[in-house]
C-alpha cells in the first residue's frame, strides 16, 4: 500500500507518540503538553485533536488496541501504531529533515501588509513583538541552560532550533525597527497608492 501524503504536523507527532508505546488519546495530549509540543502544533482544539487521530485510524497509520474503563473514569480507547504507520513515519521523517518547504506562518504575511497602517501604529506593533520575542529567547536560554546540566545535546536539538529561529527574527526586527524610528524606512498613504500603480500591470486602456 502507498504511503498517504504528507500529514498534519499534528498528525506526524501522534505517530511519533505512539512508537514509544500504545496510549488513549487524553495521554497523548498531556504528553504533549508536558513536552511543550503545543509551542508548534494545535493540540487545544479538541475537535481538530480527535479528527487527526480518526484520519489516522482511517488510513490504517494506527488501530485500536483496546477499549479500557477504570471507574470512575469515562472508557478510553486506547491506540497503537500499525506497520504501516511506522514505515509512514519514516518516510515522512526523511522528508521533513532534508526538504525545506514553506510553512505559511501569519507573520510574513502581515509585515507585507505594514504599509497600510500608520507609520507610528506599525511601529509600535512591531516593538510590542519585538518585547515578546525577547521574553520568548530568555525563556529558550534559560531552558538550554538547565537543561545543558542535565541531558546530552540529542534531546536539546528542538530548543537549539527554536533559540536560533527566536534569535534570527529578533535581530532582524530589531534592525527594522531602529530604520523605521530613524526615518530610513518609511510610508504615507500616497507613497503607498503610488507604488501600487507603479507595480500595477497597464490595463488595456493604456
Do not use: C
Amino acid at each position: 500500500m502507498s504511503t498517504p501524503g504528507r500529514p498534519s504536523l499534528l498528525a506526524f507527532v501522534l505517530l511519533g507518540l505512539l512508537q514509544e508505546a500504545r496510549m488513549h488519546p487524553y495521554e497523548m495530549q498531556r504528553l504533549l503538553k508536558e513536552r511543550r509540543k503545543d509551542r508548534v502544533v494545535n493540540i487545544k482544539e479538541r475537535s481538530s485533536f480527535y479528527q487527526a487521530i480518526a484520519r489516522l485510524e482511517r488510513d490504517g497509520l494506527i488501530a485500536v488496541h483496546e477499549t479500557v474503563q477504570a471507574a470512575p473514569r469515562p472508557e478510553r480507547t486506547v491506540y497503537a501504531i500499525t506497520g504501516q504507520g511506522r514505515q509512514a513515519f519514516q518516510t515522512w521523517l526523511r522528508s521533513m529533515l532534508s526538504q525545506p518547504r514553506e510553512t505559511f506562518g501569519e507573520f510574513p504575511v502581515a509585515i507585507s501588509y505594514l504599509p497600510l497602517l500608520e507609520v507610528s501604529e506599525g511601529l509600535r506593533l512591531l516593538e510590542t513583538r519585538r518585547a515578546a520575542l525577547a521574553a520568548d529567547a530568555a525563556e529558550v536560554k534559560q531552558k538550554l541552560a538547565e537543561g545543558a546540566a542535565a541531558l546530552p545535546r540529542l534531546l536539546l536539538l528542538e530548543e537549539e532550533l527554536r533559540q536560533a529561529v527566536v534569535t534570527a527574527e529578533l535581530d532582524w526586527l530589531s534592525s527594522l525597527i531602529d530604520d523605521i524610528a530613524a526615518g530610513g524606512v518609511t510610508w504615507s498613504a500616497e507613497s503607498v497608492a503610488e507604488q501600487i500603480r507603479l507595480l500595477s500591470p497597464p490595463t488595456s486602456d493604456e
